[in-house]
C-alpha cells in the first residue's frame, strides 16, 4: 500500500536508475514482489544533475506497477513548476534539493499543499544550517551519499557525521532520514547506527539480477537488510 504510516525500521527502496530502462514496470513489480516496501524513482533533467531520465509522464505510467511507497526523487532546478505534475503522477513521497530554487521552504510547503510527503535532499557538499527552519514543513531528509546524477559511485563517508547530527535535530519527530548513493553491504551498518532508516540502493539491489531471476534481487534486499544490523 502507498505511504500509510511513519516509523524508524530499515527500508530499502530500490533506485530504478539501475533497473532496465525498457522495462519499468516489470522491474517495479520485481523488486516489490522480492520485498522491497518503498521504489525510489530518479528524476534528472541534465541541468541541475549531468545526466537525463525521466519526466512525469513516465512517473505516472509507473504507478500502477507499484503497490507500496512511490518515492520521487527530484534533481530538477527551478523544481516548483513541475510539482503538480508530479503529484498528478501519482507520488507518495516528493524530494526536492536544497538548491533545486530560491525559497525551499515554500517548495517544501507546496508539496505539502499536494497532499503528498515532502522531502529536503541535501548534496554532500550542502550543511545542515537550514533543517531546524524547516522541521515543520518536512516528512524526509534525503542525504545525498554521492554527488548526484548517476548510480554505482563511491559512498562519501563524511556524510556519516550529518545525518547523526540530523538524527540529533529531528529528536522524536516523526521524519525519516533517507540516505541516496553508495549503499552497499560494507557500508550499510554505519549508515544505520549513524540513523538513517530508508536506503536507496540502485546498483546494490539490481546487480546479477533480471526481471527473469528476480530472487536476485531479492537475495540482495535481504542481504541489505541483514547488513544494516550490523
Ligand atoms: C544518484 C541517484 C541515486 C542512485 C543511487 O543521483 O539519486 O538514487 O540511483 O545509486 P547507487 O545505489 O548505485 O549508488
Ligand atoms: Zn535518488
Known amino acids: 500500500m ?24 516489470a522491474e517495479c513489480r520485481a523488486v516489490e514482489s522480492q520485498g522491497a516496501p518503498w521504489v525510489h524513482v530518479d528524476v534528472m533533467d541534465g541541468h541541475f544533475v549531468p545526466n537525463l531520465t525521466f519526466g512525469p509522464a513516465t512517473v505516472k505510467a509507473l504507478r500502477p506497477h507499484i503497490k507500496g511507497v512511490m518515492d520521487v526523487h527530484l534533481m530538477i532546478a527551478p523544481v516548483d513548476a513541475y510539482l503538480p505534475a508530479f503529484a498528478e503522477a501519482g507520488a507518495d513521497v516528493i524530494s526536492a534539493h536544497f538548491e533545486a530554487g ?40 534525503n542525504v545525498m551519499g554521492v554527488n548526484p546524477g548517476f548510480g554505482g559511485q563511491k559512498f562519501i563517508r563524511s556524510q556519516l557525521q550529518k545525518i547523526r547530527d540530523l538524527r540529533e535535530m529531528i529528536g ?59
Open 2 to 25: 502507498p505511504y500509510a504510516s511513519f516509523d524508524r525500521s530499515v527500508k530499502i527502496a530500490p533506485s530504478i536508475l539501475s533497473a532496465d530502462f525498457a522495462n519499468f514496470g
Open 102 to 141: 530560491p525559497h525551499i521552504h515554500r517548495t517544501l510547503q507546496a508539496i505539502r499543499g499536494l497532499g503528498k510527503k515532502a522531502g529536503l535532499c541535501l548534496n554532500p557538499g550542502t550543511g545542515i544550517d537550514c533543517v531546524p527552519h524547516l522541521l515543520d514543513t518536512l516528512d524526509l531528509i
Open 172 to 230: 522524536d519527530r516523526d521524519i525519516h532520514i533517507q540516505i541516496d548513493g553508495g549503499v552497499a553491504p560494507d557500508t550499510i551498518a554505519e549508515i544505520a547506527a549513524a540513523g538513517a532508516d530508508v536506503f536507496v540502493a540502485g546498483s546494490a539491489v539490481f546487480s546479477g539480477g533480471s526481471v527473469d531471476k528476480p530472487e536476485v534481487y531479492g537475495e540482495n534486499i535481504r542481504k541489505l537488510v541483514a547488513a544494516a544490523a550490523g
